[in-house]
């Protein structure tokens, strides 16, 4: 069996793993923020990215990432590459995979795609979030977001990772409730956060329309005034509309007017508000909430860039 390690759910990485990829983190988090150089552990390693669906954040924080760690980024452009000529994925991933890298990210709109694309490569592959299946290093910075608020001291206290048990280590964060918000059948943001934050001890209620929903064991509720009064964490999702093949709400602002997290909604609860982006803005969060201290929303995209350096750090170096 191959020992090369991939990130294609939150569930290739340990418990154990998942604590130390947060010390990591943090570490590169205070250098990042002190400016202090990072020692270089990606030096002479190539990473390709290959994203077939849009982003701003995931591309760009793992762009940075690499660079931060002394590696060097090909950014594979997929409307120049040779499979708008009818070249298949697996194709283009041996190709790219004869070229030697030391780990390839992928972003597809197919559920699978990396998994896939693992059985073609000789390097670790990275999900940079496929279809409505998975995103694992979102749900990681999202966690290491809630960790910081809820858990800080208790996390960096857990020096030895020997010493954790394989579920809920963090007694800081275990039994801490979390609604999610929003177009949950459709989001590989939330299955991966389901994954991780349930596998962490935390509660999940799914906080939608019924036809938002999936078909799920957890705690569901469309009533999200009340639930936004009970909860520690309230972390809203965008309305994927290009997964919906029919369309479902009149207009967003019927949805909105329902969903959106307002100022009234989130009251005096002192929760944090979580997003992982884009946001529509008054439709998913309003202007005010994103205001609000409460909201974490650019504090994740900056966790972002120290979880995928510690992540790369762990796959490759
Ligand atoms: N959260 C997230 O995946 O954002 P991007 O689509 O901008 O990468």
Redesign the pocket.
Known sequence: MSDIRHLIRTSDFSTQEIITLFHNALHYKQLLMSKTPTHQPLKHKNVITIFFE??????SSFELAVKNLGGDILRLDVSRSSTSKGETISDTAANLNAMNPDAIIIRHRNAGAGYYLSAHVNCPIIN??DGAHS?PT?ALLDLLTIIEHFGLEELQTLKNADTIAPFAPLDSIKGKKIAIVGDVVNSR?ANSNIELLTRFGMEVILVAPPHFLPQTSLRTSDNLKAIAQEVDVIMSLRTQTERHDQVIYGSLKDYASRFCVTKEIVGNNPCIILH???VHRNIDIDDEVLKDSRSKVLEQVTNGVCVRMAALDFLIA
């Open positions: 849009n982003s701003t954040r995931t591309l940079g979030g995103h979102q943001v992982p982006g884009p």
